[in-house]
Antibody, heavy 119, light 110 residues
Framework: EVQLVESGGGLVQFGGSLRLSCAAS????????MSWVRQAPGKGLEWVAN????????HSVDSMKGRFTISRDNAKNSVYLQMNNLRGEDTAVYYC????????????WGQGTLVTVSS | QSVLTQPPSVSAAPGQKVTISCSGS????????VSWYQQLPGTAPKLLIY???KRPSGIPDRFSGSKSGTSATLGITGLQTGDEADYYC???????????FGGGTKVTVL
């Protein structure tokens, strides 16, 4: 059974940093692109970043480049999101998702981890 | 403001059909596959449709997808109370070099 389990969310101050982790199991992790997608409270989905199977190709939203960095460790079956200089608008549930079928299709999602940025 | 445009809400009685539109442009829907996701209250999104009209294993054929030009449509027939959820369309945008979503459509079963 495919499982994606996020961790690392919580309350952080404006300008602070946080590192999210996503532990994958139930499939050959190194064969798949992985992504982070977020959802602000009461709002829609917003794609954050994709990373290829070996971490050599990354796509991310322009507005988050320079602050957010996606990475992965295939030996640990994990994908990460390093978030720096956090702002109030970064408050959201962050989902880890597996890219399947095409670059904009996620066939499995984690349960999400909540990040709250506050003063 | 989302790149893809969806109606905020649609509703119908149990057993009826609803359709949800998703409008975009040539840089996204017009030249890329569309996916649809269902998000039940308090849960993570779930893939319903991929590559415009294909259903993953386990998704009932009450759910269907289509695409024409720069628009896509999700159809739900035989509406059930368990279908009450938010539905999102998504696709790659070649101009933005990223994934874009619609703002979501809330389906209400009357």
């Amino acid at each position: 059974e495919v499982q994606l389990v996020e961790s690392g969310g919580g309350l952080v101050q404006f300008g602070g940093s946080l590192r999210l982790s996503c532990a994958a199991s139930g499939f050959t992790f190194s064969r798949y692109w992985m992504s982070w997608v977020r959802q602000a409270p009461g709002k829609g989905l917003e794609w954050v970043a994709n990373i290829n199977q070996v971490g050599s190709e990354i796509h991310s939203v322009d507005s988050m480049k320079g602050r957010f960095t996606i990475s992965r460790d295939n030996a640990k079956n994990s994908v990460y999101l390093q978030m720096n200089n956090l702002r109030g608008e970064d408050t959201a549930v962050y989902y880890c998702a597996r890219v399947g079928y095409s670059s904009s299709t996620w066939d499995y999602w984690g349960q999400g981890t909540l990040v709250t940025v506050s003063s | 403001q989302s790149v893809l445009t969806q109606p905020p809400s649609v509703s119908a009685a149990p057993g009826q059909k609803v359709t949800i539109s998703c409008s975009g442009s040539s840089s996204n829907i017009g030249n890329n596959y569309v996916s649809w996701y269902q998000q039940l209250p308090g849960t993570a999104p779930k893939l319903l449709i991929y590559e415009n009209n294909k259903r993953p294993s386990g998704i009932p054929d009450r759910f269907s997808g289509s695409k024409s030009g720069t628009s896509a449509t999700l159809g739900i027939t035989g509406l059930q109370t368990g279908d009450e959820a938010d539905y999102y369309c998504g696709t790659w945008d070649s101009s933005l070099s990223g994934v874009v979503f619609g703002g979501g459509t809330k389906v209400t079963v009357l």
